[in-house]
C-alpha cells in the first residue's frame, strides 16, 4: 500500500472509529470529548496504533483552524435574545474571571513550579479559561436546556474569553524569552488593542458576510463552503492587523447567524457537520501530541494545580465576577462547577513549546492532565448537578417537518411545512380557528397524499402536512402551534411552576386567590410587569421570583414580552447537597485567602 492511499485509509478509519466511540460514550454517560482525547492517546506512539506524531507547528495550524470552525459556528447557533440575556456577566467572566482565575492558579502553583512567579503565572494563564468545543457540546449533547440567561452566561463566555488567555499566554511567554520580569502600560494597550480590533473586525465582518450571501448568486451547495472561507478570512484578517482573530469569527458568527439569510438551514445543517469534525479532529490530535509516559514527571503538581483550579480558583473568580450581577446561589455553585477545560489550554500549552523554552514540554504535560481531570470530575457530573440543583428546564419541542425553500432575500418571508402532531394547538382545530399569526397565510394542506383546499371551517386531522407563507419572525409561534406538547414541567421537579397564567394577569387577584402576600403597591401590577420590576429586563425563561409560600417563574418570552408564567406551590428549598457544597467552598476559599496571605508575605520577603 503506497503512502497516499494508507494516509486516506488512515484518515476515514480514525474518522469512523471517533464517531463509533462517540456513540459508545452516550451510552455509557462519557463526556465526549475525553473520549476522543482518549482515542488520540491510544492511537499514538505508546499506544496499540503506534503512531508517532510530534510536529507542533501543523498541530498548531490544525487546532487554530477547528477553533475557529468551532467558535465561529458557536456564535452562528447563538440567539440574538440569548445574546442580550447573557452578555453582560459573560463578559465579566471572560476577563475579569480570567485574570482572576490565573492569578490564584498561579499562586499555588508557585509552590510546586520551579522557576518562580513567571513560570507559575504562565501555568495560571494557559488554564484559566473554560473551552467553547467542551461547553457547547456538554449543553447541547444531551438536549439539556438550562435557564436561558445561565446557558447564555455559560456559552457565551466560553467563547469570549480566549482572547484574554491567549494574550496572558503569550505575554508571559515573551517575558520568559527576553528575560524581563515587570510589566509595562505596553502590554495593556496591547491588549485592548486585540480587544477592540476584534470586536470591530468581527462586527463588521459578520454584517458583511450577511449582505454578500444574499446578494450572491451561487450553486446553493457553495453557500456553506462561501461562509466557513469567510469564517477564516475574518479570523486570518484580524490576526494580521493586531486583533483578536478568534474574537472576530466568534462575534461574526453572532452577526451573521442572526441575520437573514439565503440558504440559511443549509448554512446551518453544513456548520453543524464541520463543528463536529473539527473537534474530533481537533481532540484526537492533540491526543496523538501527548506521550503517556512523560505525563508521570509533573503528576502530582498536575493534580495539586487541578483541585485548586476547580475549587478554589474558578469559584473565586465566579464570586468575584458575578457580584454585580443578579443570579441565585445556584446559579453561582453551577457557573463555578462548568468551569470546563478542553482543547484551548492544551492549545495554549503548544505556545511555551513552539517559543523554545526551557522544560516547554512540563507545561504542555500539565494542561494536559489538568484537561483530563476536568472532563473527568465536572463534564461528568454537569447533567446530574443540573438538575439537582433544579437549573435545568423542560426541552422545547423540537419544529417538525419544516422544509427550506430558497425565496429571494428581499421578500421578507419564509416558507414552511409542519406535520399536524398528537395534542398539538392546531390538531383537530378548523383552520378558520388557528389564531395565525399577522401576514401569515395556509398555502395548502396535504393529507394522505391528497392536495386539501382551504376551507375555513375544516378540521386539520393528525398526521396533515400544512404548507404555510409567514414572516421569520413568526415561526417561533408556529412552532408552538403546531409542534407537540412540551414535557410536563413536574418531570423536572415543577421548575417552570404547577399552574400557567398570561402575563397579563393581575398579581393581586392571584394572591387572593392562593393565599399569599403581595404589596398594596404592587397589587394592580400584571405579572409581567413585577418580573421585570425586580428581575429586570434580560430576565428570561425559568427566572422566578419568590413571594413566600409561592413561586413566580417566567416560561415564556415573545419580542422582549413576558407572555406566560408559572405559578409554583410549595417551592423547593435548597438541596442539603447544595449547602454543604457552598460552605465546602466558603471554607476552602477562607483557608485559600490565608494561604495567600502567608505566601504574599513570603514573595516579598525574598524580593
Known amino acids: 500500500m503506497d503512502f497516499v492511499n494508507g494516509l486516506i485509509l488512515f484518515i476515514g478509519a480514525l474518522l469512523l472509529l471517533s464517531i463509533l466511540a462517540g456513540v ?70 471572560a476577563t475579569i474571571g480570567v485574570f482572576v482565575t490565573a492569578l490564584v492558579t498561579a499562586f499555588f502553583a508557585v509552590l510546586v513550579v520551579e522557576g518562580g512567579w513567571l513560570r507559575a503565572f504562565l501555568i495560571g494563564a494557559v488554564v484559566a479559561s473554560t473551552d467553547a468545543a467542551a461547553v457547547f457540546l456538554l449543553l447541547h449533547q444531551r438536549g439539556m436546556a438550562l435557564k436561558r440567561r445561565l446557558g447564555s452566561t455559560l456559552e457565551i463566555e466560553s467563547g469570549a474569553n480566549d482572547p484574554m488567555a491567549i494574550f496572558l499566554t503569550i505575554v508571559v511567554v515573551e517575558l520568559l524569552r527576553s528575560g524581563q520580569g515587570e510589566l509595562s502600560l505596553d502590554v495593556l494597550k496591547l491588549f485592548l488593542e486585540q480587544l477592540v480590533l476584534g470586536a470591530l473586525l468581527g462586527l463588521a465582518g459578520g454584517k458583511a458576510l450577511g449582505w454578500a450571501v444574499n446578494r450572491l448568486e451561487l450553486a446553493s451547495g457553495l453557500y456553506p463552503v462561501f461562509v466557513v472561507a469567510a469564517a477564516l478570512f475574518i479570523f486570518g484578517l484580524t490576526q494580521e492587523v493586531g486583533g483578536s482573530g478568534f474574537l472576530a469569527a466568534y462575534l461574526a458568527g453572532i452577526l451573521s447567524g442572526n441575520s437573514r439569510l439565503r440558504a440559511s438551514k443549509l448554512i446551518r445543517r453544513f456548520h453543524d457537520g464541520l463543528a463536529w469534525v473539527s473537534q474530533i479532529v481537533m481532540f484526537v490530535m492533540l491526543g496523538l501530541l501527548v506521550t503517556p509516559s512523560s505525563l ?61 523554552l526551557p522544560d516547554s514540554m512540563y507545561y504542555f504535560n500539565v494542561a494536559f492532565l489538568v484537561v483530563l481531570t476536568s472532563l473527568v470530575m465536572q463534564g461528568w457530573t454537569v447533567p446530574w448537578l443540573a438538575r439537582r440543583l433544579n437549573l435545568e428546564l423542560p426541552p422545547e419541542p423540537e419544529p417538525m417537518g419544516k422544509i427550506d425553500l430558497y425565496l429571494p432575500s428581499q421578500t421578507e418571508r419564509d416558507v414552511v411545512a409542519y406535520h399536524v402532531a398528537e395534542g398539538s394547538p392546531a390538531c383537530r382545530r378548523a383552520m378558520g380557528k388557528l389564531h395565525l399569526p399577522e401576514r401569515t397565510r395556509i398555502l395548502s394542506v396535504l393529507r394522505e397524499d391528497q392536495v386539501i383546499p382551504y376551507e375555513a371551517d375544516k378540521e386539520l386531522a393528525l398526521g396533515d402536512t400544512v404548507l404555510l407563507v409567514c414572516p421569520p419572525e413568526h415561526s417561533f409561534h408556529l412552532d408552538r402551534l403546531f409542534a407537540p406538547p412540551p414535557v410536563q414541567a413536574g418531570s423536572l421537579g415543577g421548575v417552570l411552576g404547577d ?57 415564556e418570552t415573545e419580542d422582549g414580552r413576558i407572555t406566560r408564567v408559572g405559578l409554583r406551590l410549595e417551592p423547593e428549598q435548597p438541596p442539603e447537597l447544595l449547602d454543604r457544597a457552598v460552605a465546602v467552598i466558603h471554607r476552602v476559599q477562607a483557608k485559600g485567602r490565608a494561604a495567600l496571605a502567608r505566601l504574599w508575605r513570603r514573595i516579598r520577603k525574598r524580593d
Request: charged share 20%.
Open 296 to 356: 508521570m514527571d509533573g503528576f502530582l503538581s498536575a493534580m495539586l494545580i487541578a483541585v485548586v483550579l476547580i475549587f478554589v480558583a474558578r469559584p473565586l473568580a465566579v464570586f468575584i465576577s458575578l457580584l454585580p450581577f443578579r443570579f441565585t446561589r445556584a446559579e453561582r455553585v453551577f457557573v463555578a462547577w462548568v468551569g470546563l477545560r478542553g482543547a484551548v489550554p492544551i492549545y495554549l500549552a503548544m505556545i511555551p513549546v513552539l517559543g523554545g
Open 499 to 555: 399552574f400557567e397564567f398570561p402575563g397579563t394577569a393581575v398579581l393581586g387577584r392571584l394572591s387572593d386567590e392562593y393565599g399569599f402576600s403581595v404589596e398594596e403597591a404592587d397589587r394592580g401590577r400584571t405579572l409581567s410587569d413585577i418580573l421585570r420590576i425586580r428581575l429586570g429586563r434580560d430576565a428570561a425563561e425559568g427566572d422566578s421570583l419568590s413571594f413566600g409560600a409561592v413561586d413566580l417563574v417566567i416560561r
Open 24 to 93: 459508545l460514550s452516550n451510552r455509557i454517560g462519557a463526556p465526549l470529548l475525553l473520549v476522543f482525547l482518549g482515542l488520540g492517546m491510544l492511537l499514538g506512539e505508546e499506544g496499540l496504533g503506534g503512531v508517532r506524531f510530534d510536529d507542533f507547528s501543523t498541530g498548531f495550524t490544525i487546532a487554530s483552524v477547528a477553533l475557529v470552525i468551532i467558535l465561529f459556528d458557536g456564535g452562528f447557533r447563538t440567539p440574538m435574545r440569548s445574546v442580550r440575556a447573557g452578555w453582560a456577566p459573560a463578559l465579566s467572566l
